[in-house]
């Protein structure tokens, strides 16, 4: 069973797209290529949600960077909506507040359920890193 937002301002539910997540680089692991589960787990003052980006409203740079805020880009990764609800069984939910402009507001997507340890874990399964592009230097 999916868990319920509690942020206000929740107020679409989201069943397919493909999401990103930030990922900190001690939390990939790079035998692996597969992010940790801890890159899901919601930090404490998040309330249960786990902070992801609409990926057709933001592009790679402002969700690598949150929008301009980190100086330095973080590794990202993707996660596929319905396939997220579908390994977990439901047990996660995407929402979203009204809007669809490309900005930070309306491009936040708040993933909930992901308290639960084995479902951070199913999540990290699933996320696809996204390998960061390096511009060619021209000589």
């Known amino acids: 069973m999916a868990v319920t937002p509690s942020q206000p301002g929740d107020d679409v539910r989201l069943d397919r797209g493909i999401v990103w997540r930030r990922i900190p680089r001690h939390l990939l692991n790079r035998k692996t290529g597969k992010p940790d589960l801890a890159a899901f787990m919601p930090r404490q003052q998040d309330k249960g949600a786990t902070s992801t980006i609409l990926k057709t409203l933001a592009s790679e740079e402002q969700a690598r960077t949150n929008f301009g805020k980190l100086k ?51 999540i990290a399964s699933i996320a696809e890193v996204v390998p960061k592009v390096v511009p060619k230097v021209q000589k």
């Open 72 to 122: 330095e880009p973080w590794d990202l990764c993707e996660i596929d909506i319905a396939q997220a609800i579908e390994v977990t069984r439901g047990a996660v939910s995407f929402w979203k507040r009204q809007g669809m402009k490309r900005s930070p507001r309306d491009a936040h997507v708040r993933l909930y359920g992901c308290t639960v340890d084995a479902v951070a874990a199913l």
